[in-house]
């Protein structure tokens, strides 16, 4: 049984990407388009935006928007190794390996869990 995890609250934090020239071939689309971050509200270090996975052979890597006050960037990083059961059983964590705060099954976006509880106020739904 799963204890009860009061949980993390996701970040707010958004910024716009347009990809450049030199990405756009590594990327699934190279429209501009928002990236929300998705670390846990007051983590450290940058905002980080899963962008795809980089399609090519070798160790999986994948590509993420990363930005702070100083603008943002691509930057590529190994997938968290961490799992909701810690073995390969559980459910992975969709964060880059040795992200800041929570890993991704602890975080809850708050627009998401606003609208869970929205919901239900409103009775029974079954
Ligand atoms: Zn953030
Ligand atoms: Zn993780």
């Known amino acids: 049984m799963a204890t009860a995890d009061p949980g993390l609250l996701r970040c707010t934090a958004a910024d716009e990407v347009h990809p450049p ?3 756009v071939p590594l990327l699934d689309s190279a429209e501009p388009g928002w990236a929300l971050c998705e670390l846990a509200e007051d983590h450290d270090d940058r905002h980080a935006t899963f962008i795809c996975d980089l399609k090519r052979p070798g160790p999986e890597l994948t590509i993420w928007w990363m930005w702070g006050p100083g603008g ?39 627009t998401m869990e606003a609208l869970r509880q929205e919901l239900a106020t409103r009775g029974p739904i079954l």
């Not at 964060?95 to 099954?105: D, E, R």
Request: aromatic letters at 8%; charged letters at 15%.
């Open 21 to 23: 020239p030199q990405m």
């Open 72 to 110: 943002g960037e691509f930057v590529m990083r190994h997938p968290c190794p961490g799992t909701t059961t810690g073995d390969e059983s559980g459910d992975a964590c969709t964060l880059f390996h040795a992200h800041p705060s929570g890993h991704s099954w602890q975080v809850t976006d708050p």
